[in-house]
């Protein structure tokens, strides 16, 4: 069956622009969440989602950060302003519910470069 | 804030030896877990220990968890060049599966 799928796989952008980018998790999963991982680290908790509701936004770096998940389903991440400090990899995984001990799957990332 | 350390950093061994690496972490767990990830690509799980079990296998792989050292090790046994990948430990504190995953070990398996 499909997995997560995020797009796009990469995306450049320039200082200051808007991006946005999406997750489809697998199809039935309520649990969605959304990660960063910088170059050599590991990544590093941004939100979650519960349904259409966000569980959990303390991971956020700050208000430039934003997601959605209106339908309970596909989520999208919304940087404004970028700055060169946002280039990482943005990983989105989903999990049938929120629950401890649900396995989490990932999608393949989506690399953000700012210039 | 990032839970766990792994320790080493980087490994590298020969196809068919066994490699091990550590992870600690600084709170107290609901569970852990182990990913891999390969150059390019999302996080596969592993395995997952919850904090009332002290040793997990599946396959190949033998995980062991103790909370007294907030401590675990993952031991990868009779090494493959397809094992060759980074390793996460990961833990949830409280029980909602938000986990904080360390820096990673580097495996590198030599043919």
């Known amino acids: 069956g499909a997995g997560v799928s995020q797009t796009p796989s990469n995306k450049v952008t320039e200082k200051g622009k808007y991006v946005e980018l999406r997750c489809d998790p697998i199809s039935g999963h309520t649990a969605l969440y959304w990660y960063r991982q910088s170059l050599g680290q590991g990544p590093e908790f941004l939100i979650y989602f519960q349904g259409t509701g966000a569980a959990d936004d303390s991971g956020l770096p700050n208000d430039r950060f934003f997601a959605v998940r209106p339908e309970g389903s596909v989520s999208t991440l919304k940087i404004q302003r970028t700055e060169r400090g946002d280039s990482a990899v943005y990983l989105c995984a989903s999990s049938r519910t929120s629950g401890s001990a649900n396995e989490q799957f990932f999608g393949p990332g989506t690399r953000l470069t700012v210039l | ?111």
């Open chain 2, 1 to 111: 804030s990032q839970q766990g350390e792994e320790d080493p950093q980087a490994l590298s061994i020969q196809e068919g030896e066994n490699a091990t690496m550590n992870c600690s972490y600084k709170t107290s767990i609901n569970n852990l877990q182990w990913y891999r990830q390969n150059s390019g690509r999302g996080l596969v799980h592993l395995i997952l220990i919850r904090s009332n079990e002290r040793e997990k296998h599946s396959g190949r792989l033998r995980v062991t968890l103790d909370t007294s050292k907030k401590s675990s090790s993952l031991l990868i046994t009779a090494s493959r060049a397809a094992d060759t990948a980074s390793y996460f430990c990961a833990t949830d504190a409280n029980g909602n599966n938000r986990l904080a995953f360390g820096k990673g070990n580097q495996v590198v398996v030599i043919p």
